[in-house]
């Protein structure tokens, strides 16, 4: 029997997830992920936002998934400060969230396109 979207039965499985979600996030840091450094990001970070950092650590994330969490550990965990955020020199700060995709190309003051081939000459030429 499959369970169709919108049927009691996905209903009853999404809340058991949020459940144990809000459970794990409420809870001490699992010992398999524990490093000093993760324990205080960890403690650091909004019950909200723990659930994110398991699969972050766990490798589950994809790259843009992977970036927003660093982008919310960086700016305090506070969401909308991360399309102002003002780290020019973070290799992240081009791929950050909220950006649209003309912000990619935009020019430094040598003329080299931020995010162009680095192997291709100045200004993004080969």
């Known amino acids: 029997m499959s369970v169709g979207y919108g049927s009691?039965?996905?209903l009853d499985l999404a809340r058991a997830a949020a459940a144990a979600?809000?459970?794990?996030?409420?809870?001490?840091m699992p010992d398999a992920l524990a490093t000093p450094a993760r324990r205080l990001l960890w403690e650091g970070a909004p019950p909200t936002y723990r659930p994110l950092l398991l699969e972050a650590w766990s490798g589950t994330?994809?790259?843009?998934?992977?970036?927003?969490?660093?982008?919310?550990?960086?700016?305090?965990w506070v969401r909308a400060e991360i399309p102002a955020c003002t780290a020019?020199?973070?290799?992240?700060?081009?791929?950050?969230?909220?950006?649209?995709?003309?912000?990619?190309?935009?020019?430094?003051?040598e003329g080299d396109a931020i995010g162009a081939d680095p192997m291709s000459g100045p200004g993004?030429?080969?």
Do not use: M, N
Not at 21 to 28: E, S
Not at 64 to 75: G, M, P, Q, S, W
Not at 97 to 106: E, H, I, R, T
């Open 88 to 109: 020019d020199g973070c290799p992240l700060w081009a791929y950050r969230p909220g950006q649209s995709l003309g912000d990619f190309a935009q020019e430094t003051p």
């Open 8 to 10: 009691e039965e996905s």
């Open 124 to 126: 993004g030429a080969p």
């Open 21 to 28: 979600r809000r459970q794990l996030a409420a809870g001490p």
């Open 61 to 76: 994330l994809g790259p843009r998934a992977a970036i927003r969490v660093k982008c919310l550990e960086c700016v305090g």
